[in-house]
T-cell receptor, first 114, second 115 residues
Framework: KAGVTQTPRYLIKTRGQQVTLSCSPISGHRSVSWYQQTPGQGLQFLFEYFSETQRNKGNFPGRFSGRQFSNSRSEMNVSTLELGDSALYLC?????????????FGPGTRLLVL | AQSVTQLDSQVPVFEEAPVELRCNYSSSVSVYLFWYVQYPNQGLQLLLKYLSGSTLVKSINGFEAEFNKSQTSFHLRKPSVHISDTAEYFCAVTRISGGYNKLIFGAGTRLAVHP
């Protein structure tokens, strides 16, 4: 089975622009979570989608949004980019979104905001 | 709310030596505990997890972790490390109920294995 894939792998944007990141979960997985990883703040939960519904959201401003499609693929969008949004964005998928399940992570999208 | 503290940001060790990476957590509700590993330029991979039952859990590559409820700890150990174990290790928790599968991570411990 193919793993979690994320596109693009690398992205350079300038302040004020917006960006859309994509995540394709493992086939059959219905839950997708997004995390931001930075040297200063570490790994922080952004949000989780299950069956096209956002079930959980972390403490991020409204500039961060996401969605999930009927095929479980997910996108996250960041509008009005700030320098502090430079980070590795990781998505993870699970079969049914249960807390006991192993989360399978993609390789991440590295975003640099100039 | 839950929080995770990894007591060492970096741990240098010689090859074939034992290692312990320490993790303490704080939570007012019951949690599941996880260790994930991140190799350079990669995403995270599950190393092992504690859900219930025996407090000692083991991975296929020789790591083990012991859940200690009274000390709210979940330390990771390996009796003999290899160069290939060089990576960053993250301890994480998630609520058993009500939190779905939101992981709360510690800051990470960078394990550097030297020949």
């Amino acid at each position: 089975k193919a793993g979690v894939t994320q596109t693009p792998r690398y992205l350079i944007k300038t302040r004020g622009q917006q960006v859309t990141l994509s995540c394709s979960p493992i086939s059959g997985h219905r839950s997708v979570s997004w995390y931001q990883q930075t040297p200063g703040q570490g790994l922080q939960f952004l949000f989780e989608y299950f069956s096209e519904t956002q079930r959980n959201k972390g403490n991020f401003p409204g500039r961060f949004s996401g969605r999930q499609f009927s095929n479980s693929r997910s996108e996250m969008n960041v509008s009005t980019l700030e320098l502090g949004d430079s980070a590795l964005y990781l998505c993870a998928s699970t079969l049914a979104g249960g807390p006991q399940e192993t989360q399978y992570f993609g390789p991440g999208t590295r975003l640099l905001v100039l | 709310a839950q929080s995770v503290t990894q007591l060492d940001s970096q741990v240098p060790v010689f090859e074939e030596a034992p290692v312990e990476l320490r993790c303490n957590y704080s939570s007012s509700v019951s949690v599941y505990l996880f260790w994930y590993v991140q190799y350079p330029n990669q995403g995270l991979q599950l190393l092992l997890k504690y859900l219930s039952g025996s407090t000692l859990v083991k991975s296929i590559n020789g790591f083990e972790a012991e859940f200690n409820k009274s000390q709210t700890s979940f330390h990771l150990r390996k009796p003999s490390v290899h160069i290939s174990d060089t990576a960053e290790y993250f301890c994480a928790v998630t609520r058993i109920s009500g939190g779905y599968n939101k992981l709360i991570f510690g800051a990470g411990t960078r394990l550097a294995v030297h020949p």
